[in-house]
């Protein structure tokens, strides 16, 4: 039988029915045919990725799609990247490269290759254009790939005669430093730019219009420089701005050389310092142009790197309001968005806190690469600088901001979103106001929407929750018609009471800031208090025991509050192993060095001695009496209020465990400490409660 003719306008329900070798030839045809709209082109190349994406699951090699992928049928599909094409056909065009990327193999690659070398050997504009624009497009999908091609001897010194040619083509140009920008992310790449392509980079931003004029006139008086010339700008705005943005990324990064000798590795100092970068990229901020706005936000994002240009940004407030316009004008997922959130956080980054052998072996480490060359900490990276600097940030409007792009955000531009909240949120008079303004609910949000794999942007979310619920009052932020519900906030905050497994070093504070905050917490009602211990208790308990003073006191504190449900009761007061070694850990706090440690335990324990299994537990508890008329000596009288309304419980008790407890107090000398109690004491309700257990004690039983 004779086979079916392909038609090139076979709608999609016709395509499915052939084998999927005949589908792609003739999606193939459709895009070598060109001439059609852009919607049309971008369903082809649709259909196109599902093919290979499909045949990457499917790995059958006898009906791969890849065997109808010739040279020209790559030739046509590489040819979608080209900066000429619509952007829409561009974004789809990329899909369908990296989907065939993936099911070819070793063997796309090596055509990929071949592809951007034949096309860069021919030499003509528009070989160069087409070449450098999948060079660009591509980087980010096949960075290992495209750094290879990239890399190949003698590719980056030819491109400075291309660049330097005395007749341009502006499209070269701006194609060629597209994709220099996309290389310079790669680090072998950035050092190969550095290496040969610094000085024409610097010439295109220096270049002055009039100064070339007089110059080719000089060489040439035949040449009329007229306005609209291409001889009167030899370089377009678009290059001028494109090459600042890949200085930018030089500048900002230092050299594996700069690094090892502590200076710069050229004898002459760069023409174009990272200050000049950053104001030439604020300049360009204010312009009207799209290319402009996307320049300068990437340029700054790198510039913002260094100290010196964090400060002048943090305090250019016109610059910082436009920022901050650029982002909330600035589509979810975009590179504008996560080029401006870049900088923000770069501005606003505190450096990470360090143990005393921390900084020893940081110190020791950069003597070394320095060749005994330390230099010292630059000033303008203290917290008292990055603090300033947050202020500024938060007063330019950025929390709604964030908030609006929290909602529809990439899992990267999310983890930076929780990365500035978490900077804002050390400066403690600004919690109440992140909280008015939707930080809390973010946070919570971002805990719950990112994944797992996300582990240090998650626990950073539940740290910078707590830092503002420790200042704020629970029922002002979970009060609103739209807040989320009180008990949200439990989780994330019980994530962090572990240590980081992941850390080389154990940091306390994550754990100490949710203490705190799930204390105040549990000041609110029976309901959040049962959540807490449902959720948290195993990781409360283990921190009473913390050798951190601070910490144990905070999980007491909490324990302290946890005390005023039915649950916390129940933990102590049943009869049961567990039980007694609770009470003996709070009757051992109660004892602590740390004067709020023992206040706290003194609270638990006057919650929880109104019930008569605790009263027996402290009784048959060594020393358990002892430590409770300890707390009746105390020069504080607060801790004297707390002893005394324990005993008075203990003593008021019905029943045999009441009669223990007053023998046991009147054996321990409770009589005379209770008298002297009552004399140091001038508040009346402590007065009051040591008179009522005095006379419990003098009544016969």
């Known amino acids: 039988m004779d086979e079916q003719p392909i038609h090139l306008n076979s709608n999609t329900e016709e395509l499915t029915k052939l084998p999927t070798t005949d589908q792609a030839q003739l999606l193939l045809a459709r895009l070598m045919e060109g001439g059609q709209e852009d919607d049309e082109t971008c369903q082809v190349l649709d259909q196109l990725t599902k093919l290979l994406n499909d045949d990457t699951t499917t790995k059958n090699k006898e009906s791969s799609v890849c065997s109808v992928i010739d040279d020209v049928c790559l030739d046509t599909m590489l040819g979608y990247l080209d900066m000429r094409q619509a952007d829409s056909v561009r974004g789809h065009a990329v899909l369908t490269v990296s989907a065939y990327l993936k099911a070819s193999g070793d063997k796309g690659a090596s055509s990929m290759k071949q592809f951007f070398f034949d096309r860069v050997k021919r030499g003509t ?29 003698g590719f980056l010194p030819s491109l400075d005669s291309l660049m330097r040619r005395k007749w341009k083509s502006r499209k070269v140009e701006t194609a060629c430093l597209e994709m220099l920008n996309a290389a310079s992310m790669n680090s072998q790449c950035r050092e190969a730019i550095r290496k040969y392509c610094t000085d024409w980079l610097e010439e295109v931003v220096d270049q002055d219009p009039e100064e070339l004029c007089k110059a080719i006139h ?103 309001t436009n920022l901050v316009k650029v982002l909330k004008d600035a589509p979810a997922k975009s590179p504008l968005t996560y080029g401006a959130l870049s900088i923000f956080m770069n501005i606003t980054r505190y450096q990470p806190s360090q143990s005393e052998e921390e900084k020893k072996m940081h110190q020791l480490k950069a003597y070394a690469n320095a060749g005994g060359k330390l230099p010292p900490p630059n000033p303008l990276n203290d917290d008292d600088h990055v603090s300033a600097r947050c202020k500024k940030v938060f007063d330019a409007g950025i929390v709604p901001i964030l908030v609006t792009h929290s909602r529809h955000g990439s899992v990267a531009s999310l983890s930076i979103i929780i990365s500035i909240i978490f900077a804002l949120s050390v400066t403690a008079n600004l919690r109440g106001q992140l909280a008015q303004q939707g930080a809390v609910n973010l946070l919570i949000a971002a805990f719950t929407a990112l994944p797992d794999t996300e582990m240090q942007a998650k626990r950073t979310a539940a740290q910078a929750l707590a830092r503002v619920l420790i200042s704020t009052n629970p029922a002002l932020v979970f009060g609103g018609t739209r807040a989320r519900p009180q008990n949200s906030a439990i989780r994330p905050l019980a994530s962090i009471l572990p240590p980081d497994p992941n850390a080389d070093t154990r940091d306390l504070l994550p754990t100490f800031e949710a203490l705190m905050a799930l204390t105040n917490l549990a000041s609110t009602d029976d309901d959040t208090r049962a959540t807490i211990i449902r959720a948290a208790w195993p990781e409360i308990e283990e921190q009473l025991l913390s050798t ?27 009869d049961t192993p567990q039980a007694a070694n609770r009470l003996h850990i709070l009757l051992a706090l109660a004892d602590a060095e740390d004067e709020g440690t023992r206040s706290a335990a003194g609270g638990g324990l006057a919650s929880l001695t109104g019930f008569e299994g605790v009263v027996k537990g402290i009784v048959k508890r ?80």
């Open 125 to 153: 504009y528009d070989d160069y254009i087409v070449a450098f624009c999948v060079a660009a497009a591509i980087f980010p999908i096949a960075p290992d790939m495209t750094a290879e091609i990239f890399l190949s001897e």
């Open 218 to 320: 000089a060489a040439d008086p035949d040449v009329k420089v007229t306005e609209g010339s291409i001889a009167i700008r030899r370089h377009s705005e678009t290059v001028q701005n494109l090459a600042a943005v890949i200085l930018a990324k030089l500048r900002a990064v230092p050299s594996a050389q700069q690094t090892a000798e502590g200076t710069g590795s050229r004898i002459q100092p760069a023409v174009t310092s990272i200050e000049d970068l950053s104001k030439k990229f604020t300049k360009m901020l204010v312009s009207d142009s799209e290319n402009g706005k996307r320049h300068s936000v990437e340029g700054l994002a790198y510039a913002t790197i260094q100290p010196t240009v964090k400060e002048e940004v943090a305090h250019d407030k016109e610059l910082l």
């Open 548 to 574: 951190n003073a601070r910490v144990s006191k905070a999980a007491v504190e909490l324990v302290c509050n946890l005390m005023q449900s039915v649950e916390g009761i129940a933990l102590y007061a049943e």
């Open 622 to 701: 060594k020393r358990g009496v002892e430590v409770v008329l300890g707390l009746c000596a105390e020069e504080n009288e607060d801790l004297r209020h707390r002893g005394a309304f324990v005993v008075c419980n203990m003593v008021s008790c019905e029943g045999e465990a009441g009669k223990l407890a007053r023998d046991e107090i009147r054996k321990n000398n409770g009589l005379e400490i209770l008298k002297e109690c009552a004399k140091k004491s001038r508040r009346p309700q402590v007065v009051e409660v040591t008179v009522q257990a005095l006379k419990a004690l003098l009544e016969e039983d």
